[in-house]
């Protein structure tokens, strides 16, 4: 899809459909709608008196053949009350749009758009739509599909001067919207293509298209960081870990980094503590937070973010095996802490261990780890959003504000210190699973050990990383959650 800015009148727009922002209210206002209005013979009014489109936020309306229109299709779509809309409605409204096009096969949509803030709303315009009309094609071989493909979106603005807020907002949300949907097909893209070894050569392809750097350790490299957790968590697999760390230094030379660490399990059958078979194919997303900090680094590389980063993507494949890790075994982790494995399917943990420890030689600012760890979490906060953990109250207002400006909802929760010491073992310094009460905070408190004095952040995205029933811009199926809000964070890096 491509996406393009211009200026013109309404009525002089050549795409096969136009949209505009319709807010609520009693009748219809505005010049534009005054006009088509006019030109329908008082259609737009009749529909207000009789309450079938008065502009209410999810609600949208198509007219064809409007007199004296150069585009074939208008689009009503409403936005709800004035004082309601958010970035996160143009999101929406862009995304309810974005199916509709697909539904009518429409080639060409451009949205009118005159009012405050056109660069964000042009950046929101571009995000919703993208995002809503996304489909995962990459296995469909029959011939027809993505033939429908959606070729142009254009933000059009009725003067001059707001051209320049529109182009750099569009370019901001094609970047944006970009990452997230090849966040999506990677997490769409099953572990029999995507495993540790294909997945490092894609982040050092990434790296080297869009000029930052990828270090990729082997097998032997990973055992002489003595990185023991992560390997055992491979160790049933044929697909051999590795351990990615990519680097973007926009910031200051000397200016700390920010750490990243996404837990990359490119398919977690739960190794000998074996899953039900009920829905397994899904645990081939649990390298989502691995795919979001991957592209979190490409993302700050394409729009030149003025901070200097780290992102650590520990990678392996949890499978049931003869040479598998048993429950009962004892693992030593880079840390040098011992851990005794209770439950293997209790992997994320592991391997965000070895990372978080590999993070200090970093001299880290923060670190943020962003992980698909516990089942628990959508006892929660549902689908509606991620639960966090942070040790910096800085860091968090940060996390916050980054959450409300993308829609990408996370809510802190307390890490207790009785949750740390759930995880001790009588026999070992750590055990990796402790029985059945407050799973997401038991993993977190397993994580805080090996956290350095850094300010720290832990978000789990079990289950919002799929989408089950479908959203205005997230379809059903892999959400990239985490893209824009780690995105945000790090453009609008604030010192913690
Ligand atoms: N990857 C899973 C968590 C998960 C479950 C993510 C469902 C997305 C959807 C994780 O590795 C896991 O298996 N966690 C266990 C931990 C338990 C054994 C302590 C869980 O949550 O059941
Ligand atoms: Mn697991
Ligand atoms: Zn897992």
Known sequence: MEFSCSVSSFFDLGTEAVVLFCEK?????????????????????????????????????????????????????????????????????????????????????????????????????????????????????????????????SVVVPQKGKLRQAEAGLARGGIISDAVTHCRDLVGTPGNDLYPESFAKHAQTLAKTFNFDCKVLNPSEIKKENMGALIAVGKGSEKTPRFVILKYNGGKPNAKPVVLIGKGITFDAGGISLKPGLNMGEMKGDMTGAAVVLMTLVTAARLQAKVNLVALMPLAENMPAGNATRPGDIVTSR?????????????????????????????????????TLTG??????????????????????????????????????????????????????????????????????????????????????????????????????????????????????KKV
């Open 25 to 153: 209210g009693e009748q219809s206002t505005g010049e534009i709608m005054g006009k088509i209005d006019l030109l329908t013979d008082g259609t737009i009014s009749e529909m207000y008196q009789s309450g079938e489109f008065v502009g209410s936020l999810g609600s949208e309306i198509m007219l064809r053949r409007v007199p004296e229109m150069a585009a074939g299709r208008v689009i009503l779509a409403g936005v709800g009350k004035k004082d309601k809309i958010t970035m996160d409605v143009y999101r929406r409204v862009a995304g309810r749009i974005g199916k509709l096009a697909r539904r009518h096969k429409l080639k060409t949509v451009s949205f009118y758009y005159d009012g405050p803030e056109t660069n964000p709303v042009s950046s929101a315009i571009v995000e919703g739509f993208a995002l809503g009309s996304y489909r995962f094609l990459d296995y469909k071989t029959d011939e027809d599909a993505g033939k429908d493909e959606i070729e142009l979106l």
């Open 335 to 371: 840390a040098g802490h011992t851990i005794e494995v209770i439950n293997t399917d209790a992997e994320g943990r592991l391997i965000l261990a070895d990372a978080l420890d590999y993070a200090n030689t970093f001299d880290p600012q923060a670190v943020i780890d962003i992980a």
């Open 376 to 493: 628990a979490a959508v006892y929660i906060l549902g689908y509606e959003g991620a639960p966090f953990i942070g040790t910096n109250q800085k860091l968090n207002d940060n996390l916050r504000t980054a959450a409300d400006r993308t829609g990408e909802r996370i809510w802190e929760l307390p890490l207790w210190d009785e949750f740390c010491d759930l995880m001790k073992s009588p026999i070992a310094d750590l055990k990796n699973s402790a029985g059945k009460t407050a799973g997401t905070l038991a993993a977190a408190g397993f994580l805080k050990k090996f956290t350095g004095d850094w300010p720290w952040a832990h978000i789990d995205i079990a289950y919002c990383d799929v989408e089950p029933k479908g959203r205005p811009y997230i379809p059903v199926g892999p959400t990239g959650i985490g893209v824009r809000l780690l995105v945000d964070l790090v453009t609008n890096w």
